[in-house]
């Protein structure tokens, strides 16, 4: 079977053309993991977990295939908004780079001349990366993609079966994969599934490495923390600045509460430090009165745009409201266009499962602390964040997506209970 493997991808590569021959080949990788997944076991785990990763994968890649395609009819792109910019920046890059200017400063004030979004980012040199190897050929950051949004769903299922058992975990797995928004993310060319799955392998590592300490797991967390800081570094900054001093900090509450104590003030310190550094001449309610001005400014789902929150009256205001909306938004009356209700449906389920969530939320604090307080700090601080600088309904809808999968985790959790509860009634 491996020598057919091996003649079937020589022939992909010698005839077909390189645009093709990468997507072909992320397409056979994807099957290839499946297969290693299922080979070996004969648990139920080893049928469910290939299953589901491979219908995801081939589900997904099979709409982007129908997306992209109905987008070059249309338009003659494949792909639109950020996603094309991303693409159109990439290829530039990569263009400017083999005409032997290699200096990244240059490269990227030539880019922002000339990006249709009018700047430069990581990702736009992701894309490049991309297309140094594979010409242009935005199917294949697409199939990156869907492949790395299906092995989130691994990463999610283990982390839920290490926090409580295999039933949660098979309901945080199948609503990691199938999620709608996070579907559609994931057969775009957005950074979206890059950075969940980034997050979900650290968090995953995390969890390990405190398990039982191998030197594979730090490698594996450093790796993904550079990867990490380079794709988004905000994440980076709040993960590492906060999330995880914070669980640190909730571990040795129970042990040491001086100690807990202590540690949480010199945190506070040390990040009032790093803070006043990068703001410079700026306080941090103006900073985030800047960052939601300027992300409000763009698209017309804004929220509370003119409100100046440094005014420490309009700050008691803005903080539940600025909660409500990172929680529960787009709502449903506030729905403006064609593809905003097609939302609809996601967010009424999304509301039946909260409450869920909050259960499985409760559990974990009760019982599960250490397996899971990881958890709950990330959603927590995530959504404090995405509540405070998103100033705009639709992107903050989209990096919500950077905490559902955790959510699902949660959700699974209270699901399982629910069930359990039912059964002893």
């Known amino acids: 079977m491996i020598f057919f493997l091996g003649l079937l991808i020589a022939l992909i590569v010698v005839l077909l053309p390189i645009p093709f021959t990468s997507c072909v080949l992320i397409a056979l990788l994807g099957m290839f993991i499946g297969l290693f997944i299922y080979v070996g076991k004969k648990t139920k785990e080893a049928v469910f977990l290939p299953e589901v990763f491979l219908l995801s994968f081939i589900l997904k890649i099979t709409v982007s295939l129908l997306v992209y395609n109905f987008i070059f009819s249309y338009r003659g792109t494949g792909l639109m908004g950020d996603g094309w910019s991303y693409s159109e920046n990439g290829y530039s890059i990569v263009q400017i780079w083999l005409s032997g200017i290699k200096n990244i400063g240059v490269i990227e004030a030539c880019i922002r001349r000339i990006s249709p979004s009018g700047t430069v980012g990581s990702y736009d040199f992701w894309n490049a990366a991309v297309y140094f190897f594979t010409s242009k050929s935005p199917v294949s950051l697409i199939f990156i993609n869907c492949l790395v ?17 295999e039933k949660a975990a098979k309901i945080a797995a199948v609503l990691t994969a199938f999620w709608p928004s996070l579907f559609i993310w994931s057969i775009q060319n957005l950074k979206e599934p890059l950075s969940i799955f980034l997050l979900v392998v650290l968090i995953w590592a995390i969890l390990q490495l405190k398990l039982k300490f191998k030197f594979y797991l730090l490698f594996l967390i450093i790796l993904v923390s550079i990867a990490l800081r380079e794709l988004r570094l905000v994440s980076f900054f709040v993960f590492f600045g906060a999330i995880f001093p914070i669980y640190l900090i909730l571990l040795l509450w129970r042990k040491n509460r001086i100690l807990s104590i202590f540690l949480f003030l010199l945190t506070g310190a040390v990040m009032a430090v790093i803070i006043d550094n990068y703001l410079k001449d700026r306080t941090i309610l103006e900073y985030i009165n800047y960052a939601r001005t300027v992300r409000a400014s763009r698209g017309n789902t804004s929220f509370l745009p003119n409100l100046d929150i440094t005014n420490p009256v309009n700050f008691i205001f803005f903080v539940p409201v600025a909660l409500a909306v990172a929680w529960l938004s787009p709502f449903p009356w506030q729905m403006g266009s064609t593809s905003q209700i097609t939302v609809i449906p996601e967010m009424l389920l999304y509301y039946a ?14 019982y599960k602390i250490r397996e899971g307080g990881l958890i709950i700090v990330y959603i927590a601080i ?4 995405l509540a405070f600088v998103e ?35």
């Not at 409450?355 to 604090?365: A, N």
């Not at 995530?382 to 964040?385: A, E, G």
């Open 149 to 165: 949004s299906s092995l989130t769903v691994i990463f999610i299922y283990y982390i839920t079966k290490q926090l409580y058992n």
């Open 353 to 366: 499962l909260l409450p869920v969530m909050f259960l499985g939320w409760s559990f974990v604090m009760k």
């Open 382 to 385: 995530m959504m404090l964040v």
């Open 391 to 425: 100033g705009n309904i639709g992107t903050l809808f989209r990096h919500r997506a950077m905490v559902l999968p955790f959510m699902f985790i949660l959700i699974g959790v209270g699901i399982d209970r629910i069930k359990n509860k039912e059964k002893t009634a």
